[in-house]
């Protein structure tokens, strides 16, 4: 029988996910000949034999292990060297382009072992295989093999090191691959910066202890540490918030399976699929009433953020705890997570109670992700942990383009990376108005172009002056000889969500709808309807403007905003009037505010959605004097909208030509909220017509300007378009209009996915030049 030799190069996510193992299984079965191995840029693979079966090979890497993902693949002729068998050969060195898979949660196989008494894992903290474990959180290099991660200073005793040299076990090749003999251990520690340390079988029983008797302890995970405390008590609850200085942004809560998660919430198939999912993520569920939390976890809000465990040391932990813990972010308010062992054991002092430690090193800090079924379809609002670093593709529109570096926004900020028609974006970093963010970002963007060999030659940066990520950006490009290219907000906001859905076919019609965004005319804009394409933004509809008295101020302090929105809609005489029949206005400055709209200080315009959300929180009465986390009153505002007993009649918003915009027009929805709420109309209710009027005006608004313009495609953008309740009733809305509505679905639709858009834009221009 006649034979061929071929060399078959793959590139995509084919590494540390049992790519190799996997054909090496396929061409054992088939009878080939020849090696594969990991290059920096790809997996090699040199097979010899019957062309019929080496097609065969060929068409069988279209199914690949579950995590794999093929980007593409290339056949060309080889010689055949007389190769004995097939092997799988040590990685070669090559251009870093190879996709590094991110973290994957335990496996049900490695769950039953650690279950089994009789098995040598029974309860090892740090089990995994080719299916699971840790990846991204560990690795230092590529190709991506032991050596490279952090795993490289445990010697695998020979009981582990048989499985990881057998392709057919499915711990071959896993390269965190340990047991209680070698592997990674526990420390746990109670006193004063590390003083009385359990090290080893008795570590995660004294954390049990501690967390049933009410305590804080601090727990080291993949991607960093947790708070964690009962999430069924009211007072550990309460000690965690006081100590973080957390007063009221809900917490997340880790369940022990399924069958506990159904317990306290009510789940679709979707959420149920994506908290089942080998990422992990926090998903937003409806809790259930009658099987509540500690009412602190996550005040006013019907949903809750719900995870399960995702190492085997969480599973171990939840089982002999038996209860739901609350897992939050191991950090002072408004600094990074902690990571490393020294540091939680410093900076934690007078936080935590306790200590659950490991001596794996961490190689970058990763937040959980979080994600929300809005659609029918999980879609991502924090992008983190079991998330990163895996690429989104770009149209092909942008083939040409030099890599390029956006810098992303200041809030939830997250850069993005250019190459080989692929998107790179961040994990989650945090708020760019504390240095730690900052300096976090500088770091994380050193690592990723070392790791990924990224060389960029174009920096994208929003085009608001005050950004501190636009002057990290500038900083860059003058440093490094880099073009600099400014990217208008909202513009960046709906070409991410044009690229994640492949969008090349020319212009769609853009709602772009959140807090703020610096606008071509120098005003805040943030409720807008624009013409995009990726060359070009042009407005067509805005919410009309109103003042923000105090500026950034009236961002933090909802009453506000209500003050403003009130003026403009009745009149400050007539506003005079009713305010006294407003809880959020009694007793506040509100002369003096008025003094200062009138005379143009420091009360620059708006066309927020966000700031309409918080001016309704407080007019319904759910808004806090002050916020303490951004989006907190919109937050609630849609929480309450959730609790209404049926549908009402949409508050109506008005809709007309100013100059040559349409402009949506709040007043009349104004009159009539305060008419509805002088008949006793109550809160929940008036918060469901609200997103209800909202949604309509919107729909209607893009209706006529998509005739106009002839467009049939609609994109949504926004931090706003987090919200269900709002998004659930656009939507239809906009397809009964004969829209083609564009989602993001893998990039947040806020800010943490800004800079997507923002490379997408500038990949575009240079792709055309």
């Known amino acids: 029988m006649p034979e061929c030799a071929e060399e078959i190069f793959v590139t995509g996510l084919v590494q540390g996910v049992g790519f190799r193992p996997f054909v090496w299984r396929l061409a054992q079965k088939l009878g080939l000949r020849g090696y594969v191995s990991n290059r920096g840029d790809g997996v090699r693979i040199v097979v010899a034999g019957p062309p019929e079966r080496v097609a065969a090979l ?49 496996c ?28 991204f959180s560990i690795v230092t290099g590529i190709p991506y093999d032991r050596a490279r991660t952090t795993m490289a200073a445990f010697a695998m005793c020979p009981a582990c090191g048989a499985e990881y040299a057998n392709p057919q076990d499915r711990r071959f090749h896993a390269q965190p691959v340990a047991c209680p003999v070698c592997g990674p251990r526990l420390t746990f520690v109670s006193g004063p910066k590390g003083s009385n340390p359990v090290v080893g079988d008795g570590a995660l029983d004294h954390a049990v202890s501690s967390l049933l008797a009410g305590q804080v302890v601090a727990i080291k995970g993949i991607g960093g540490f947790h708070l964690a405390c009962l999430a069924g008590s009211e007072a550990a ?109 410093e900076s934690l002092q007078g936080v935590a109670d306790a200590w659950l430690m490991h001596n794996r090193p961490i190689a970058r800090r990763l937040d959980d992700s979080v994600v929300r079924v809005l659609d029918g379809q999980a879609r991502v609002l924090r992008r983190g942990r079991g998330l990163a670093p895996e690429p989104l593709p770009l149209p092909a529109l942008m083939a040409k383009s030099p890599p390029v570096l956006a810098m992303g926004g200041d809030l939830k900020a997250a850069f993005c990376l250019t190459q080989g028609g692929r998107a790179l974006l961040s994990h989650h970093l945090g708020d760019m108005a504390q240095l730690a963010t900052e300096q976090a970002m500088l770091a994380a963007l050193a690592d990723y172009r070392a790791l990924f060999g990224q060389t960029s030659a174009i920096v994208a940066v929003d085009a608001h002056p005050g950004y501190r990520s636009r002057a990290v950006g500038q900083k860059l490009a003058e440093d490094q000889g880099w073009q600099l290219e400014t990217v208008w907000h909202h513009h960046a906001h709906i070409a991410a969500t044009m690229a994640e859905n492949g969008w090349e076919q020319g212009p769609v019609l853009g709602l772009g709808l959140d807090g703020t965004g610096y606008g071509p005319d120098g005003t805040l804009w943030g409720c807008e309807i624009l013409m995009c394409d990726y060359a070009h933004m042009t407005r067509l509809g805005r919410l009309a403007t109103v003042p923000m008295p105090g500026g950034e101020k009236a961002a933090r302090e909802p009453w506000r905003m209500l003050l403003a929105h009130l003026d403009n809609a009745l009149g400050a005489e007539e506003a005079c009037k009713v ?50 986390y951004e989006g907190e009153a919109a937050m609630q505002l849609e929480a309450l909208a959730e609790r209404a007993e049926g549908a009402c009649e949409p508050l109506e918003f008005g809709l007309h030509l100013c100059g040559t915009l349409l402009e949506i027009d709040p007043a009349p929805m104004w009159r009539a909220g305060l008419h509805r709420l002088a008949e006793g109309v109550a809160a929940p209710e008036l918060a469901w017509a609200f997103h209800a009027g909202l949604a309509r005006v919107l729909a209607k608004a893009a209706g006529q300007l998509a005739r106009r313009k002839g467009l049939g495609t609609v994109a949504l953008a926004g931090g706003v378009m987090h919200n269900g309740v709002l998004v659930g009733l656009l939507v239809p809305l906009l397809q009964a209009a004969g829209l083609r509505v564009l989602l993001p679905a893998h990039v947040p639709a806020g800010d943490g996915g800004l800079a997507v858009g923002q490379a997408a834009v500038a990949a575009y221009r240079h792709s055309q030049a």
């Open 237 to 345: 609850v309460a000690a965690l918030r006081e100590r973080k200085n957390r007063p009221t942004r809900p917490l997340a809560v880790m369940v022990r399976d399924m069958a506990m998660a159904e317990d306290y919430a009510h789940f679709c198939a979707a959420e149920r699929q994506a908290l089942e999912d080998v990422s992990a993520p926090v998903v937003l569920v409806c809790q259930r009433r009658e099987r509540a939390f500690a009412s602190n976890v996550a005040p006013g809000m019907e949903r809750v953020g719900l995870l399960l465990p995702y190492t085997p040391l969480h599973v171990v932990l939840m089982q002999k705890i038996g209860q739901p813990l609350v897992m939050s972010s191991a950090n002072r308010s408004g600094q990074p997570q902690v990571v490393h062992n020294a540091e939680a054991l």
């Open 58 to 106: 060929v068409d069988a890497l279209a199914s690949p292990p579950p995590r794999a993902r093929i980007v593409a693949l290339k056949r060309s002729m080889a010689q055949d060297e007389g190769w004995q068998g097939f092997t799988i050969q040590a990685s070669q060195p090559g251009t870093v382009q190879a996709g590094i898979v991110a973290d994957m949660a335990v």
């Open 579 to 628: 305010q006294a029949q407003l809880c959020a206005l009694k007793d506040k400055p509100v002369d003096a505010l008025r003094s200062m709209v009138r005379a143009g200080v420091n009360a620059p315009l708006t066309s927020s959605a966000g700031r309409l959300f918080d001016a309704m929180a407080a007019f319904v009465g759910t808004a806090p004097t002050r916020l303490s």
């Open 108 to 135: 049900p196989a490695c769950i039953a072992e650690i279950a089994d008494k009789k098995d040598r894992r029974y309860q090892y903290a740090f089990t995994n295989c080719t299916d699971c474990g840790p990846r």
